[in-house]
C-alpha cells in the first residue's frame, strides 16, 4: 500500500479544506486565497478602517463576499468549521492519519486549537526546542504547550541529547548547552 507524504504548513492545509469545503463556511466556491499585496490593494481602494478591528471585520466581510481568504483569517475559519461539524471534522482526519509538527515551539494558539481538531484520532509526532524561545514567558508557555500535548496524546516528552550539527564551532554548542542547563563550561584544549 502506497500512502502520500505531505510537507505542509498550518495554512496550506487550512486553505485545502476551505477550498474542497468552504461552501460549509458561507464561502463562496471556490476559495482563494488573499496574499498581503492584494489585501492591501483592496484595503486601500475600499477605504477599509485603520483601526484593527474594524479592518479584519472589512477583512473577514470580504471574504465572504469574494470567497478569497486573507491569511490572518484561515486557521480561525477552518477551526470554527471542523469545530461546528464533527462529520466535516471526520473527514478531514481521514485524510491525515499521522501528523509531524516541526518547529512545535513556534505553534500558535490558534494553530493549536487547529491541530487539535485535526490530530484528534492521528498519530502525532512533534518536535522542537522551548530554548529557542526568548522571554521567560515565552519558555514558560511554549514547555506547557509540550507537556500538554504529551498529556493529550498518552506519551512523555522526550529531551534529545546529543550533538547539534548546524554549527562548524562546536565549542560555542557546548558553551550554550552548558549555560542552557546550568552547568559549569570546562572547554578542552
Known amino acids: 500500500h502506497h500512502a502520500n507524504l505531505d510537507f505542509r504548513t498550518y495554512h496550506s492545509i487550512a486553505f485545502d479544506i476551505l477550498r474542497l469545503y468552504g461552501r460549509f463556511a458561507a464561502l463562496p466556491a471556490p476559495a482563494q486565497v488573499l496574499d498581503r499585496t492584494e489585501e492591501h490593494l483592496v484595503a486601500l481602494t475600499e477605504n477599509w478602517a485603520d483601526d484593527e478591528n474594524e479592518y479584519a471585520e472589512h477583512r ?3 471574504g465572504r463576499k469574494t470567497g478569497r481568504v486573507a491569511f490572518a483569517d484561515m486557521i480561525g475559519l477552518v477551526t ?23 518547529e512545535f515551539q513556534d505553534t500558535t494558539d490558534d494553530q493549536w486549537v487547529f491541530l487539535r481538531l485535526l490530530a ?5 509526532l512533534v518536535f522542537g526546542d522551548p530554548h529557542q524561545m526568548i522571554t521567560d514567558a515565552d519558555f514558560a508557555s511554549t514547555k506547557a504547550r509540550f507537556a500538554e500535548c504529551a498529556s493529550w496524546k498518552g506519551v512523555s516528552v522526550t529531551a534529545f541529547a546529543g ?3 548546524r554549527c562548524a564551532a562546536t565549542d560555542i554548542l557546548d558553551f550554550a548547552e552548558a549555560v542552557l542547563h546550568g552547568v559549569a563550561y570546562a572547554p578542552t584544549g
Do not use: H, K
Open 60 to 62: 473577514r466581510s470580504y
Open 80 to 102: 470554527r468549521l471542523l469545530q461546528a461539524s464533527p462529520t466535516l471534522r471526520r473527514v478531514a482526519q481521514r485524510r491525515y492519519g499521522c501528523i509531524v509538527v516541526d
Open 120 to 124: 484528534e484520532s492521528a498519530r502525532l
Open 163 to 165: 550533538r547539534n550539527y
